[in-house]
């Protein structure tokens, strides 16, 4: 890219864009602000999960230090370089896998929006998880983006306009990211991560869009295991003594999993910190404060453990819905028909069980079990005990 003036319709991803997967429009429109055209001091980049929104986020503040003369986000040099590994002395990027983002935190990126930038053309403050800001935490974001510093620019990802204060997403150009296409995500999964084409088309239509799950799909076994456990459990609710012991199942699975994810990165912080604080082996001696470090650390790696857990649930009703619908386009004739088909399934793996579940019921109770399947979902969000969230589902779907 090398006109300035560029359409966003005749635009080719190269560089740091490349790896955003099926959303040239937002790619093409983050490029040419980069530019100058269309330039604003705070972006809001929404889409649903997977969608790429920290990656169009971080390839923007590349684009924003590209030093490469018409070309931003060029990807080789050094500005693109040092803002992808995350050492640019100007961006300073927030992400959190703790259940919300406080007032300190946002504190500190305000403070650092204040300064003038040490070497590259911006300052740029990166929000990854916008939405799980607290209200205190937004009021103090608030402010900046009212009296922005020049040579300043925020850009807040969030899965929807809606998860933000409205003063705060009312001073803010938003972009709307769209799900990828599954041949999309399956093309760069071969082309990047080097999977068997057929098992990343599998894996990106299981997934839905969302690259980083299309990715574990393909690469984990535990994961594929994980789902395939979990789509079982639509064949096996006979009664309520099923239903219930298939509820409890899925919760105790959904634990294990969070808990195998967090326990070798727990043990890697904890041992890293004991050093830094001058622990050494076989002593209890350090420095002052060590003890209340070592505290903060545990409430903050439970706190993640607890985030973990509800997406690892949250994953596998998302897999559940998924085989319903596949269900009901079944039962619709939407699917599977003699040389008619006009959807594809999602669960290609699974054709031949949700034939089987298809040909026992009818397509209004295949919706009633999609209705109980996402009032799982809200119940969880809205802190309901997982257990209780997930018995009540599992008897609906008797």
């Known amino acids: 890219m090398t006109d300035a003036a560029t359409t966003t319709s005749s635009f080719t991803p190269y560089g740091v864009w490349s790896d955003l ?13 980069s530019l100058g055209h269309g330039m604003t001091h705070a972006w809001l980049l929404t889409g649903p999960p997977g969608s790429g929104r920290s990656t169009a986020a971080r390839a923007f503040a590349a684009a924003l230090q590209c030093t490469t003369p018409g070309e931003p986000g060029c990807g080789h040099c050094l500005g693109c370089r040092t803002v992808l590994d995350g050492t640019h002395p100007d961006v300073l990027q927030l992400a959190t896998d ?14 650092r929006s204040s300064l003038t930038p040490a070497s590259g053309r911006w300052q740029v403050l990166l929000i990854e998880d916008a939405d799980r800001l607290t209200e205190a935490a937004g009021n103090v974001l608030l402010k900046a983006v009212e009296e922005p510093s020049p040579r300043t620019v925020w850009i807040l990802c969030a899965p929807g306009r809606d998860d933000m204060l409205p003063t705060i997403r009312s001073r803010c150009r938003h972009l709307l990211l769209r799900t990828p296409p599954a041949a999309a995500v399956a093309e760069i999964l071969v082309r990047r991560d080097g999977v068997d084409p057929v098992r990343a088309r599998e894996a ?22 994980k789902r ?3 789509l079982a459990l639509a064949s096996s609710l006979t009664d ?9 199942k899925l919760v105790d699975a959904t634990i294990a999993e969070a808990k195998r994810t967090a326990e070798e990165r727990d043990a890697v912080e904890t041992a890293e910190l004991r050093l ?4 050494q082996e076989g002593s209890r001696k350090a420095v002052p404060g060590a003890a209340g470090a070592l505290k903060d650390l545990e409430a903050r790696q439970k706190k993640r453990a607890t985030r973990m857990q509800r997406d690892s649930l949250d994953l596998a009703l998302v897999d559940l819905a998924a085989f319903y619908r596949d269900v009901l386009a079944v039962q619709l004739g939407a699917l599977g028909g003699s040389g008619g088909d006009v959807t ?5 793996d699974q054709y031949a069980a949700v034939r089987k579940v298809a040909a026992a019921g009818t397509p209004e109770a295949t919706l009633r079990r999609i209705e109980a399947v996402l009032a799982c979902r809200k119940a969880v969000e809205r802190n309901v005990a997982p257990l209780l969230a997930v018995e009540a589902m599992a008897v609906s779907l008797r």
């Open 21 to 33: 997967v099926g959303q040239d429009h937002v790619a093409a429109e983050l490029a040419q602000a």
């Open 98 to 111: 703790q259940l919300s983002i406080g007032v300190a935190d946002t504190r500190h990126l305000v403070r």
């Open 204 to 225: 990106a239509r299981a997934a839905q869009g969302h690259i980083g799950r299309a990715k574990r799909l393909a690469t984990d076994d535990v994961a594929r295991a």
């Open 228 to 230: 395939a456990e979990v």
């Open 240 to 248: 309520i003594g099923s239903a219930l012991a298939a509820a409890q």
């Open 276 to 279: 830094a604080l001058g622990y």
């Open 344 to 348: 594809e399934p999602i669960h290609d």
